[in-house]
Structure formats: structure tokens, C-alpha cells
């Protein structure tokens, strides 16, 4: 499976766009990039999902390069809510079903 | 609302007693999924029922079991904890393909293992 780096943290003034990178250099063409966040003391949580379009959803959007070598996850008004650590995660495609590796995400702080 | 239990939210065992945390879900999800996630860490495989298949990690140690008598539950069972197995143990769920967004898991809130 293809190999995700984040940066290890950020900080977002909230109200303002939170915009997290992703590097997937090794990325092949079946894979997908998932976007995961886990809230502190809480399970993660799906967010978003894409092969090579552009995708947005009630959350976010994410940004994938045209080499799809790497992407940006993006939320457009951040809250204090969320505040958590954000995982990007390479998932093969051609499954019957998924498996997850979760890299160490980006801890992302969103400041009032 | 549809969703994943965690029964205990906080377990506490003591070194080499066995302990049974437990995962029920009312999804109707094919595919059920342990994960440990340790301080500070990222959670880990440990293994998946797809139906009744059991599928385990080729490092998840001998001493973590798992069970999924029906659709509904499965239990992980660590049969004699260490105290390096301390952490948080999450539950997951996902459809299969050709049911939904089969790679979009739904986690339940964990189940924090202390081990004294």
C-alpha cells in the first residue's frame, strides 16, 4: 500500500479555512485517498474520499493533484470542534471490502 | 440511530487475567474490525470477521482472540494481558463491496484497557 506523510501538527484560527496536506508519491492508479479524523477519546471518523476528481461533501472538500501524488483536505470554516487528529490514508481499490492503515495524522489545533 | 457499542467504555484487569471486551452493532454491516490503539499512537489492525471469515494480522500476538457468534456482536478476547497491552480498543464496521462506501468505517467510541 501506497505511503501517506502528513505534517505532525497545524494550527487554524477558528472560522477560518483549515487547509491539511497529504504526500502520496507512491500512490498507484486503483488507489483511493480517505480522509479519517479521530476527536479526542472518540473513535475516528470517516470525511471524505477520492480517486483522481475533486470531491466535496457536508464536511469538506479534497484537492488531489493531477499526478495524484498528493492532496489537500480542506474545511472551509473551522470550528473548535475540530480540533483532532487527521489521518489521510492510500486504500487499494479492487477489494470486496476495506482495510485501513492509519499513518500518524496531522494534529490539527483550531484557536478561537 | 444506527451505531457501534463498546461495552465497557473503561475495563481495568489484572496482569495475566483474561478479559472480554465486547462490539455490537445495529448497521447490518458484513465486515466487523478490531483495532488497538496505543497513547499517543495511530490505531492498529488486529484482525476482521468478513461474515464469519476470520481474517488475522500476520503481527496481532497469539494472546488476542477474537469471536463473532452472529452479524451483530464480536468480542476480542486477550487471554492473558500484558502490561504492554494497555490502550484503547476500537470496533469498527463497514458494508461490503457493492452495499455502500465499503471502505468507510464506522468505529465505535473504543474501550479503554488498563491492565494493573
Known amino acids: 500500500d501506497a505511503k501517506t506523510t502528513q505534517p505532525p501538527s497545524m494550527d487554524c484560527a477558528e472560522g477560518r479555512a483549515a487547509n491539511l496536506p497529504c504526500n502520496h508519491s507512491?500512490?498507484?492508479?486503483?488507489?483511493?485517498v480517505y480522509w479519517y479524523r479521530q476527536i479526542h477519546s472518540q473513535g475516528p471518523q470517516y470525511i471524505i474520499h477520492?480517486?483522481?476528481n475533486n470531491e466535496t461533501n457536508e464536511m469538506a472538500s479534497l484537492i488531489i493533484t493531477e499526478d495524484r501524488k498528493s492532496s489537500t483536505l480542506i474545511l472551509p470554516h473551522a470550528t473548535l470542534r475540530d480540533t483532532a487528529v487527521y489521518y489521510c490514508?492510500?486504500?487499494?481499490?479492487?477489494?470486496?471490502?476495506?482495510?485501513?492503515?492509519f499513518g500518524q495524522g496531522t494534529i490539527l489545533t483550531v484557536h478561537p | 440511530d444506527a451505531m457501534v457499542i463498546q461495552n465497557p467504555r473503561y475495563q481495568v484487569t489484572q496482569f495475566g487475567k483474561p478479559v472480554t471486551l465486547s462490539c455490537s452493532q445495529t448497521?447490518?454491516?458484513?465486515?466487523m474490525y478490531w483495532y488497538q490503539q496505543k497513547s499517543s499512537q495511530a490505531p492498529k489492525l488486529l484482525f476482521h470477521?468478513?461474515?464469519?471469515?476470520?481474517?488475522n494480522e500476520a503481527d496481532t500476538p497469539d494472546n488476542f482472540q477474537s469471536r463473532r457468534p452472529n452479524t451483530s456482536f464480536c468480542f476480542l478476547d486477550i487471554r492473558s494481558p500484558g502490561l504492554g497491552d494497555a490502550a484503547m480498543y476500537l470496533c469498527a464496521t463497514s458494508p461490503h463491496q457493492g452495499t455502500g462506501n465499503y471502505n468507510e468505517q464506522f468505529f465505535g467510541p473504543g474501550t479503554r484497557l488498563t491492565v494493573l
Open positions: 477520492g480517486l483522481k
Open positions: 490514508i492510500v486504500v487499494p481499490g479492487g477489494t470486496s471490502y476495506g482495510k485501513l492503515t
Open positions: 470477521y468478513y461474515d464469519k471469515d476470520f481474517n
Open positions: 448497521l447490518n454491516h458484513n465486515v
Open positions: 507512491t500512490i498507484s492508479g486503483n488507489e483511493y
